[in-house]
Every structure is written in C-alpha cells, then in structure tokens.
DNA sequence: TCTAATTTGTGCGTATGTATG
DNA sequence: GCATACATACGCACAAATTAG
C-alpha cells in the first residue's frame, strides 16, 4: 500500500490528506520512530501536487509534534504515539508561586484539549532567544512573557504571528499582538486611590523600585498619584541602611525589601498600620500571616490563566487587561 | 573521552558540532598547541559522515584562526588562547526564591569566564534524559541536579566524566562523581538534635512529606530521630482537613503545607510555639516575619553556589556536604 | 628513485529542507 | 501554486604534498 494517499475529489485538502496518510500509517506501524519519511520533492513530483502543498502538510505534522525534519537530511518519524491537536509552547521568566498559580489555573482550563510545554528564560535575553528559535515551527501556539526585556520584539516577530500571545507584560513594540496583561501604571494607580481613606493619616509616600525586574510603569503609575494628590514622595532603588520616619508608607514591589523594612519596623518598635504603612505587591497565601496581614496590589493570577486559555482555545484575538485589586489588611 | 561527539537529533547542524568540539577540547587542553587534528577521512569513516561535511567544520576552524592545515599532512591546532570560553551547561530542577539565589551565587562567582546556559528538568525522567542527550559534546562542564530522579544515572554516565558535576542531591550511583550536595538525613537529624531542648515540650511529632519532589534522605533523618529518642511520631503525605492537636510540632518541608498549618491553628486559635511548633525547610526572608519567625532547617544556597563555581573554575574533583543549620525562631 | 598509501585541496553534481516574494 | 536563492549534507573524481618502504 502506498504511503500517502490522494484523492482529488474527496472534500478533505490535499494537505490535510497527506497528514492523514502518514498518521494513519503510524497508526499501522508501518511507519517507525525515526524512520525517514520520502522527501517534500519526491511526493510533489509523484502526485503531482506543489512543493508547497506538501510542506503545509509537513508543517502541520512538526506542530503536532509527530515529525521533526533536519536541514539537508529529511523528515524523520518523532513520536509514534497519537498526539492531541494542538501543542502550546509557554515561555515564563520566573517561577513562583504567583506565577505557579497562573500555570495551574492555565492548565486546568486547557485541560486534554493542547499539550503544554513550559519553559523560563529567567530575564536572560540569549537565553530567550535561544528558546523562541529552538521552538519555533514545533508548536501550534506560542505564548511568551516579555517580561521587561527590551531586545526579544525582533525575535518574537520571526514566530508565526498569528499563533503567538503576550503574558503578563506587553511593550510598545508587542502591542499589536495578542494578549492578556497587567496594565501596571493603572493598576497601582486605582489602587491607591482606593486605599486612599487609609492612606491620609501618611505624610510621606515612598516606592522602592531597583528597576530590574520591575516594569516601568509602576513608577509613573506611582508618581501620577503622588502628583495629583500633591503629595510628599520619593523613589529609591533600594532599602540599604535606611531608618523609617513616622508617618512614612512604603509602596514596595520586591519580597526581599518587604522584609528589610519590616525588620527595620520592629528594630525601631514602630507599629506598622500605624506609626508606618505598607502596601505589597502580588498576594500570596504566607502575606495573610505577615504581621498580621501585609496590604497588597494584586493581579489575579488565577484569572489570567483561565482567560488566557480560553482565548487560545477558541482562537480569539484581543489585548485584555488582567484585573488588578487592593486587598487590604492590617499594613495600612 | 572522544575527541568529536556527535547528536543526530541535535538542532545544531553537524559541521557545527564538530567546530564546537573541537574549540571545547582546546578550551579543556585537551588539545595543545600544534597538535595534530585526527585526519577528515579518519573522522568521516569514524563518524559515518561525508568528509566534506568534516572539511567544512575544518574550514570553518581556519576561518576562525583556530586551526592551520598543511597540505599532505593534517591540520593543526593554531592558537590555544583563543576568543573561545568555557560554555557550562547547568540542569535545575526547578526555580524557585531558594534556587534563584543558588544560581544567582554560582553566576557570580564564575563571572565572565565562562558562558552558562541553565535548564530545568521539572522532576521529569524524559526530559531529563533528552536534555542531557541533546547537551552532549556541547559544553565544557555539566552541572546537574538528579534530585529524587532514580533512573537518571546511567544517563548522566554517557557525559565525559572528568567534567560533571553533581549538584545539591546525590545518590548512590552518583557519589563517585564530584558534587556540592546536602545530606538531607544528617542534616535534618542534627538540626532536630539541636533543638531538643525545644523540642522537648511537645509530645507528637509530624512530618508532612508528600514524597515527590523531597529527597527521601529527610524520612529516614526523621524517622532515626524520633525512634532514638523513643518519640510518637507520624509521617503524613499531606496536610487536608486535619486539625491540630494541643502539643503537636509539624516537620514541613513544602511552604505549601506551612501555609495550611498556620491558617489552621489560627482558625483553632492555637499559639504557635507554645501550644504546637513548626519547623520549615528552606529559609528565606519572609519566614523571618511569619508569624514572629519561623524555626527553619536549611542549607546555605548562596554558599553552595559559590563553592561550585570554585571547584568548577580550579577544575577540583571533590565531594563537598553543603553545610546546613537550623535557624531557631519563635515557631519552636 | 620509484611506488603505494595517506593526507589535504579543489571542483562539480545531487538531494534535501528553509525562507521569501 | 510557482520561482528563486540559500544552507546543509552527501558522493565522486582528481590534483598535490607527504611519508614509509
């Protein structure tokens, strides 16, 4: 029996025939792992059908993860057990536990419908490269964290536009793509004016913001706030060695700075909620039991796994802000 | 170790990949200066390659000013010193705030002499092994974490043993290869010795270890412990619906859990470190606060990576316990 | 000096996947 | 669907230098 099978009057196209064929003799085991399936040139010379034809068939069986080619070698036979539809490659900076919630609740959502590899570029701009490159034409979708690297737009752009989304942190140059976000420079501005009944009994407002990390528009999101309000303010890139006036309230992004000022808090016997303020950014389940409770901006990471999913899914096309709110305890 | 590794499945082309072993062997001097490359017809036959896929990685090594060739006689290597730097290929298991310090640490300490690519194998067996694979012949150095992973040994052998390195968990298998690992069951006994005198008011001991990320080291530590001293103990996979009994003293490997327990005995409005006691694995800033301070076992990450990053640039062999402390704080 | 074997060097042809218009 | 240029891989033939015998 031959190993692709064309018929030019069935309603399948003729790619999606070819895919058929050679999953079916897959299925047959007539086709092993690794064994060499007969070139793009081959099978559009004996069919008759374009080069191209044959290519989008071939494309659509590296998506699926059932092929993989190599440059001047061949298609060769990847994996031999029947795969799902749909292959979603998910590219994070960082793992924690805010982003850990994000992945399940994406997972969930997904359910069996898409195969999910996860991967972390760790703000290492090679590294991302070196990932998006290695990825790309083996997925069917492709959906990548930014995050706050400046370089990546040109590689992103090289991927298949209309298989890929943006997570958590667009740019300018992303804007045009697919996306579920925070708009950070809204976000911590209502949550300020939100907060702001608790935040009148403060007479100085503080952000400490070391930039790496972080994305820029909470400073300006920040400032518009304090400016508005004409308040007394300061951006520091750091908590080293500082001593906390009364009155002071720290708008802090990083963990690690969260814990340098409260220690400072306690050192100096300052209540906190009282003689000096807090507000945190991400909640997480051990801030509930930080001094009685820590007051956090927070994006609802479960929220943006399953709108992201489900956008996926049903292959929509839209720049959604994830919802952003104050939860206030005892810090404030 | 042979001089030219070759990945069939690899995505570097492989004229590529013998470029890129001849430049590592030079880095690791394993080829001096003026010595003498293997012939290309000796390395086609070996490697069952066409030779003038070998004389285009030669020429490539000409180009770049590594080798020189005399016509009749062979190719030589040229310049020893050359633009060439260590690549060191480094295999987590996964990130999270502790890791993240352990790479931060190692990063620093390696500086600008070698290029570091790391990975994350995500407890999986397969990945585990295809990343190995695909790194082979690639690197100068291998750093890698098996952590509980039990078949992964005799994948980790087929690497050039003079340049792997162990990191953080070690087996059986593994403990002739050098490494900076934890040796989770004296670890976790001495510190649960250390703090006997604090230990001594509670009268049931609990371990809630869920077993499939945590090195079993931590059981049999625990277990040795509480039989010694003839205590009543339990080890529990998980911490659902239970509530907590008035002289318990949890054992929580998994912040997940810690969460869990805090939260309960808060709603039971018990006091922690009177009525039951806690102690976490893995300390990090925030535990400082939690809840006035939570006693943690842990070892000394930034100090784990800057030992490796050590005996990696002195090219040391040795086997080296990271040293591990009980931080003793209101929880006990 | 001749020869055979081995080596690099060069040229040409074929086949394959990849990218672009 | 067609055309073109490019990168990778393999194979063959032959020339030129070296070495061993």
Redesign the interface.
Known sequence: MKLIQLQAQSSLPKYKQIVRSIEIAIQEKRLQKNDHLPSINKISLEHGISRDTVLLAFDELKKRGIV?SR??KGYFVKSTESQVEMRIFLLFD????FKEELYLSFLEQIGNKAQVD???H?F?EN?FQ?MVN?SNGNYSKYIIMPSNLKQVSSCIKQLPREDVYILDQTNEQLKELPSVHQHFEKDIFRALEKGMHLLQKYNRFILIFPGEKEPEGMVIGFRTFCEKHQLNYEIIPNFDTKTIEKGAVFVIPS??H???V??QG?SQQLNLGTDYGIISFNDM??K????NGITTISTDFKKMGTTLAKMVLSNEKKQIENPSDLIIRNSL
Chains 1, 2 share one sequence.
């Open positions: 993989y440059l001047g960082e793992l924690n536990a996860i991967f972390f760790h290492n590294l070196k290695d963990d690690l969260l814990v340098q409260i220690e306690k389940p051990l509930k039991v930080v001094e």
